[in-house]
């Protein structure tokens, strides 16, 4: 009955951490551009406009590749480079660190 509890906990870790974290995107951030609005990224998922939608992170030095699991985005991947530690960019928008 122990082994079974860590397995079955070892692969609750595991699935969790499947989504992993937003890394240095993680907190409030404001976006400006052609649509200005506030984007949340947590472990797992954004919320923007009141919508959350489920994602994988990906992060590589200054670059994290948002891919979104759910929603309008299903499929879609958008890539984010931190020019620095409260901006970021894309290639529709500028975001900044709100918390």
């Known amino acids: 009955m122990k082994k079974l ?3 079955l906990a ?3 870790i595991l699935l969790t951490g499947c989504s992993g974290s937003p890394g240095p995107l ?3 951030w404001a976006a400006s551009g052609p649509m200005p609005m506030t984007i949340i990224f947590r472990p797992g998922e954004t919320e923007t406009m009141g919508v ?3 994602v994988d992170y990906k992060a590589d030095a200054n ?3 948002v891919t979104y ?3 309008l985005m299903k499929g879609t991947s958008m890539k984010f480079v931190l020019v620095e530690p409260n901006t970021a960019t894309n290639p ?3 975001i900044r660190r709100v918390r």
Request: no cysteine.
């Open 5 to 7: 509890f860590v397995a």
């Open 10 to 12: 070892a692969i609750g």
């Open 26 to 28: 993680e907190g409030t």
């Open 52 to 54: 959350i939608e489920h």
């Open 63 to 65: 670059t994290v590749e």
């Open 69 to 71: 699991k759910d929603g």
């Open 92 to 94: 529709m928008y500028t």
